[in-house]
């Protein structure tokens, strides 16, 4: 099984200020057909579903603001908020999609510092 | 607009059973797979399990930690998918949501922009 394990669990950081989280797969799920790395990235509110804001590593989904960025290959992984907002307290997880069973990074929780 | 709605949610005693629902409308249900996640409240997702296309046979896949207990299911007329619960446990208590992936023209597969609004199953002893 392929897990993914994020850092930092919780993260402060100011308003205007980067925010940067990690994810790190125990295997490579980049994959050889396409040359794409089967993560993505979702934002979760309290009381909300998950939203997708990046998949296949990199690629924003559309209406994804984009202060938002991923970025990495194989076995890292990295989402960027380049200028934080207050409306992306949240919690972040990446997620492989490369094969069964799918696994979640445990989360990290964006706040205000 | 994608939408999916899960429904069927409620409380069950250990050792019962319920059936959740997955509605679909907004894109071609037929050529998606369909996933089921959890979260058990202040917890992080849980992937439960998951039906292909019918290309892919309608094949399905769960998790360790309900195999033999759960079954994927889904009728494609419908646009519904289905997650049969048996033999529930206590800790199989959690929002269930279901999300799903598309294919682009190279068959590779894409994640649905939006999950349902999740349904609460609730195990009691």
Redesign the interface.
Known sequence: DIVMTQSPDSLAVSLGERATINCKSSQSVL?S??N?N?V?W?QQKPGQ????LI??ASIR???VPDRFSGSGSGTDFTLTISSLQAEDVAVY?C?H?YN????????TKLEIK | EVQLVESGGGLVQTGGSLILSCAVSGFTFSGSTI?W?RQASGK????VG?IQRKTKNYAT????SVKGRFTVSRDDSANTAYLQMNSLKIEDTAVY?C?G?YYDS?D???????????TLVTVSS
Request: aromatic fraction near 28%; avoid cysteine; hydrophobic fraction near 30%.
């Open positions: 994959y057909s396409n794409r089967y993505a979702y579903p998950p939203k997708l998949y296949w989904d559309s209406g997880y997620h999609y069964t069973p799918l696994h979640f990074g445990q989360g | 996933h996640v992080g997702l849980e992937w998951r896949a769960y998790a360790a949501y999300m992936y190279g590779y597969p894409i994640p649905l922009r939006f999950w349902g609004q999740g």
